[in-house]
């Protein structure tokens, strides 16, 4: 029997017989109630287990009135602790305020042009071609997937392109509430046969989605008081006018842009995880919305109206192709319970709480990084991960973790071994 062809207990046995797995590896690999091994399983193919990644709670979220705790699932220690830190200061000032476009998701029907007809000809007779079929084109989407319209979804538009030896359709499909990869691929297929019967002659090349996701997209914005932004030994606003300066120094240099963006997708990429969202998808519509004239999705300025004191002000502008319904949604049980804790938003208020983390994460970073720098606050979860590394277990973590602060700078994992060693000596 093919490997793919068994049961994940079978795999499992298999492996075992192997060596390749041992017997505390099978009892890691033991069923999970959070994504329990019969619903795994019809999930990928050779399945043999869960990895499961720590789940918390940002807090002091507050998003167009709305408070929430925003579910993150990350393995990286710092980045809850960083997003519940930045928003408390800005829910002082009255929180996060968003604007969500969904308008569609692009996808890409291509045709290889073996005509050597002049692109502009081409062009021509391509928009005759399409005005003569656009109701048959929407005919051929709606029924590709005969529910969409009924959930507010549906084909948007059609426009068609001749260039280096391509024929390209572009339709813009509206999802409804789901992210829409399947629903988009679906309609793009059955729309490319139809054109393909069109087109005798021209030879069908693809029909995909595109993860340009432009007019998928939401801006949040936070303003924050100097009061809220002053250190014990820096003012508030020498820390805003530092973060501005941060800020366009990202604007200015792409080494640093891959750092400040790294920042922001710290707390979006854990939101879109918790919520069974593609995190590859966001992704790449994230990044492929920059460029060397946009380096960053976030701009930071200080505004000052009237006589008041000046606000730090924050905008983050960016892409999110994600859904409030749809398949991992539905499937995995802890994106599930997600969704619960955040009280069932619809995919517009989604990503509104994703830009806001995001743009929550980025302060947090920029303030620390422009006052104590960014180790001071990162240390105590570093520390308590490496003595997790070191083998400490229960109250020895505590306890291993106060020891490894007496001298941050001396902590390594072959000291935290030492301290360990000696913790067991003198509990003896
Ligand atoms: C670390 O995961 C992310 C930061 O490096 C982001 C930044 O530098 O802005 C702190």
């Given amino acids: ?27 890691l690999l033991s069923d999970c109630a959070a994504l329990p091994r019969a619903v795994a399983e019809h999930l990928i193919e050779n399945q043999i287990g869960v990895f499961p990644v720590p789940l918390g709670l ?15 699932a990350t393995e990286e220690p710092s980045v809850i602790a960083a997003v519940s830190n930045a928003a408390q200061r800005v829910a002082r000032s009255g929180g996060f305020h968003t604007q969500v476009l969904r308008e569609g998701i692009p996808a890409q029907i291509v045709f290889l042009d073996h005509s050597h007809t002049r692109e502009d000809v ?22 590709a997937h005969p529910t969409l319209r009924s959930h507010g979804g549906g084909l948007r538009s059609v426009t068609a392109q001749a260039h280096d030896g391509f024929l390209e359709f572009d339709l813009l499909i509206d999802p409804g509430e789901a992210m829409g990869a399947n629903i988009v691929n679906t309609i793009a297929q059955a729309v490319a046969r139809y054109l393909g019967s069109q087109l005798p002659g021209h030879e069908p090349l693809m029909a995909i989605l595109s993860n340009a996701t432009a007019q998928q997209r939401v801006r949040a914005s936070a303003e924050i008081t100097m ?19 941060a800020a366009r120094f990202a604007q200015c240099s792409g080494l640093r842009a891959a750092t400040h963006n790294k920042g922001v997708m710290n707390g979006i990429n854990a939101v879109v995880l918790a919520t069974g969202n593609d995190t590859r998808n966001v992704g ?8 060397d004239s946009r380096r960053t999705w976030t701009t930071w300025t200080i505004r000052t109206e009237g006589r008041k004191p000046g ?4 905008t983050i502008d960016i892409p999110l192709p994600i859904g409030s319904v749809g398949a991992a949604i539905s499937t995995l049980p802890m994106a599930g319970l997600a969704m619960r804790l955040l009280g069932q938003p619809s995919a517009s208020q989604l990503m509104g709480i994703m830009a806001s ?59 935290a071994r030492r301290l360990l060693t000696q913790l067991r000596a003198d509990g003896e």
């Fill in 1 to 27: 029997m093919k490997f793919y062809e068994r049961d994940t207990e079978s795999r499992l046995r298999l492996l075992a017989a192997e060596g390749s797995l041992a017997t505390q590896d099978l009892e």
């Fill in 58 to 72: 940002a807090e002091h979220m507050l998003v167009d009135g709305h408070a929430y705790r925003v579910p993150m």
């Fill in 122 to 143: 081409q062009a021509t007779q391509m928009q005759e071609f399409l005005a003569a079929r656009q109701d048959t084109i929407t005919c051929v989407a709606d029924d």
């Fill in 227 to 245: 009061q809220s932004l002053a250190t014990s030994d820096m003012s508030g606003e020498t820390v805003a006018r530092r973060i501005v300066e």
């Fill in 284 to 291: 790449a519509a994230a990044y492929a919305d920059l460029d």
């Fill in 311 to 314: 606000l730090l002000r924050g």
């Fill in 357 to 415: 983390v995001g743009l929550a994460s980025n302060l947090s970073a920029m303030r620390a990084l422009v006052t104590r720098g960014i180790q001071a606050g990162h240390m105590k979860l570093q520390l308590s991960s490496l003595a997790m590394m070191a083998g400490a277990q229960g109250r020895e973590l505590d306890d291993l973790t106060a020891a490894l602060r007496h001298n941050p700078a001396q902590a390594n994992l072959t000291e």
